[in-house]
């Protein structure tokens, strides 16, 4: 694809191979195939984020990036195991009553953390997933939040206009809409880049579309 205005060129990097957590009950490995078992469809895939700014729908690329895909289903379904906030692994919806605890409006939305600090991990970390062409040019992207390399876990964040800075360095995973909810997120009160009354995520429920 043509290089937006603003960015520079981003390439396809190989997969690293990160540290497996000794304790992890899934050892580090966890598939597409073990997380959308039992979806009914052969369609696009797709998580429904009910929030309480209204329903986001988002297009998951599972092509581009099956690992991160992989991660996010099998934890929004309850499928992948996690370390909660008191450092218990449990296996049910971690997205489920969390909140968008980071907001900079016109920048990003981020949310994914059951402890709602922006500190929590699922106790395990998968590796970034760079495709050719992965540019942070619009609002809607869905990307993964990280602490540098190869350290993502279930903190995901959603773009509210382009951010070429980020090219290359985050994982992009999907696409949201409407445009409109994004911006009523994105428009809640802060202090600093910490929301005064957190968005919520009620739900996220994960399913195919019908080709």
Known sequence: MPV????????????????????????????LEEATRGLPG??????????????LECTLFEDRAPITVANFVGLARGLRPWKNPKGEWVKKPAYDGTTFHRVIRGFMVQGGDPAGTGAGDPGYVIPDEIWEGAYHSERGLLCMANRGPNTNGMQFFILDGAAPHLDGGYTIFGKCAPDSVIEKIASTPVQGDRAVKPPKILGVTIRRKAK
């Open 4 to 31: 937006p205005k603003g960015h520079r060129k981003v390439t396809a990097r190989p997969v690293a191979t990160v540290p497996v957590s000794p304790d992890d009950p899934a050892k580090g490995s966890f598939t």
């Open 42 to 55: 052969t369609g696009a895939l797709v998580a429904e984020m009910r929030t309480d700014h209204g329903t």
